[in-house]
């Protein structure tokens, strides 16, 4: 049990797990490093190579090659972002109980800087009429930083309707969920949005 937590905690692979994740041979993934197209790094004064959970899944997305293999490794980390506490309080609790995510909390656009850097969260649930910051702008510096291409953004709002989807998805976001939700809805709308 302990060795299965602590497997799905990885921040890095071997070889031999990047092959299993992505269905091919070990070879095929030392080619892929090799020639570059997979980044990683290799252990000094030996030839084991290593590479980050966040590179493979670049690598994955890039050349269309299913996320399903990840979950044996990563926890999805989702962050909640969203100034009214009792929306924040109400997700938190239900995604904790009913899920097996690691959740974090931002209250504000600022706190939401920091835990994307900080946690490199999977999906990112954000309230787009934030307080402090527009969470369109929060949705483009996530879009703008090459170390968050793992974060998928799912925006939240009672003030926009079921049309405003495709200017939103124009805009960065990956999902959308319009407030009141169901917890049915907001956990469809993650895994929609991390697994593609």
């Given at each position: 049990?302990?060795?299965?937590?602590?497997?799905?905690?990885?921040?890095?692979?071997?070889?031999?797990?990047v092959?299993?994740i992505c269905?091919?041979a070990?070879?095929?993934?030392?080619?892929?490093?090799d020639s570059g197209?997979?980044?990683?790094?290799?252990?000094?004064?030996?030839?084991d190579?290593r590479v980050?959970?966040?590179?493979l899944?670049r690598?994955?997305?890039?050349?269309?090659?299913?996320l399903?293999g990840?979950?044996?490794f990563?926890?999805?980390?989702?962050?909640i972002?969203?100034?009214?506490?009792?929306?924040?309080?109400?997700?938190r609790?239900l995604?904790a109980?009913?899920?097996?995510y690691?959740?974090h909390v931002?209250?504000?656009?600022?706190?939401?800087?920091?835990?994307?850097?900080r946690?490199?969260?999977?999906?990112?649930?954000?309230?787009?009429?934030?307080?402090?910051?527009?969470?369109?702008?929060?949705?483009?510096?996530?879009?703008?930083?090459?170390?968050?291409?793992?974060?998928?953004?799912?925006?939240?709002?009672?003030?926009?309707?079921?049309?405003?989807r495709?200017?939103?998805?124009?805009?960065g976001?990956?999902?959308?969920?319009?407030?009141?939700?169901?917890?049915?809805?907001?956990?469809?709308?993650?895994?929609?949005?991390?697994?593609?």
């Amino acid at each position: 049990m302990v060795r299965n937590r602590v497997a799905r905690n990885k921040e890095v692979l071997t070889t031999g797990e990047v092959a299993r994740i992505c269905k091919v041979a070990r070879r095929t993934v030392t080619k892929w490093f090799d020639s570059g197209q997979l980044r990683g790094y290799r252990i000094p004064g030996s030839k084991d190579r290593r590479v980050p959970v966040s590179q493979l899944i670049r690598f994955m997305r890039q050349n269309n090659i299913p996320l399903a293999g990840m979950a044996q490794f990563t926890k999805t980390r989702v962050l909640i972002v969203d100034d009214e506490a009792e929306i924040v309080e109400m997700l938190r609790d239900l995604l904790a109980t009913q899920t097996n995510y690691d959740v974090h909390v931002a209250r504000n656009g600022f706190e939401a800087g920091v835990g994307v850097e900080r946690i490199k969260p999977h999906a990112i649930l954000l309230d787009i009429n934030l307080g402090d910051i527009n969470g369109r702008e929060v949705c483009k510096a996530v879009r703008s930083n090459p170390e968050l291409q793992i974060s998928r953004v799912i925006a939240m709002s009672g003030q926009l309707s079921d049309d405003d989807r495709a200017a939103l998805v124009r805009q960065g976001f990956d999902g959308f969920l319009k407030k009141p939700f169901t917890m049915q809805g907001v956990i469809q709308a993650i895994e929609d949005a991390v697994v593609d």
